[in-house]
């Protein structure tokens, strides 16, 4: 069962862009997420852990079993993003 707890302001990260709640070790701000056609959970997140510059975040979640979460510094994220959009356009039928 879970509970639905309002936000309270003292809950809120002093990061304006943090969504988080309550005390946290890992700001972050969750971008997108969606299903696979497998049933994955897939999401995409800015991460910053303490005093690290902010990076990109990609978790999975299968049905079952433990997910998995990569971080991305920027230049490996924007490699990820340049090779998906070159596999997109291939992809893409004509
Ligand atoms: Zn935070």
Sequence with gaps: MTQKRRI???DKCHLR?????????????????????EGRAVGVNVVQSGDRPRAVELTMLPRRGRGQTVVFQ???AEAVA?????????????
């Design 74 to 76: 920027l230049t490996e």
């Design 8 to 10: 309270i302001k003292n």
């Design 17 to 37: 862009w943090c969504q988080e709640a309550g005390a946290h070790a890992v700001h972050r701000q969750y971008l997108t997420s969606f299903l696979t056609d």
């Design 82 to 94: 340049k090779g998906m959009r070159a596999g997109i356009r291939l992809a893409r039928p004509r």
